[in-house]
Nanobody
Framework: QVQLVESGGGLVQAGGSLRLSCAASGRTFSSYVMGWFRQAPGKEREFVAGNGWSAGYTSYADSVKGRFTISRDNAKNTVYLQMDSLKPEDTAVYYC?????????????????WGQGTQVTVSS
């Protein structure tokens, strides 16, 4: 069982930055592929970024590539999402999730554990 708690959301102007954190419980954090997803009002939850077992194995949605950076610290059981050059269309509830797959996957059904979400609002 893994429990995930996100933090770091808030209100920011377009062009600004935010750093989301996701703290995980449990001693097997390093064995999970971690992902960030987001869900805007009236839209489906979508993949944003993923981090595999090793720090250098990452994947991004085209819409955030070059602006967002995912990273993980297995010693702290934490995964981060650094969001730069934010746009109003990035406004959503952001969720972190853990998957027992051995590769980064972009579908929500591949993830076994989810956090409660944190709101990110980008004003124009």
């Amino acid at each position: 069982q893994v429990q995930l708690v996100e933090s770091g959301g808030g209100l920011v102007q377009a062009g600004g930055s935010l750093r989301l954190s996701c703290a995980a419980s449990g001693r097997t954090f390093s064995s999970y592929v971690m992902g960030w997803f987001r869900q805007a009002p009236g839209k489906e939850r979508e993949f944003v970024a993923g981090n595999g077992w090793s720090a250098g194995y990452t994947s991004y949605a085209d819409s955030v590539k070059g602006r967002f950076t995912i990273s993980r610290d297995n010693a702290k059981n934490t995964v981060y999402l650094q969001m730069d050059s934010l746009k109003p269309e990035d406004t959503a509830v952001y969720y972190c999730a853990a998957s027992r797959f051995n590769t980064i996957v972009v579908v929500t059904t591949a993830y076994d554990y989810w956090g409660q979400g944190t709101q990110v609002t980008v004003s124009s």
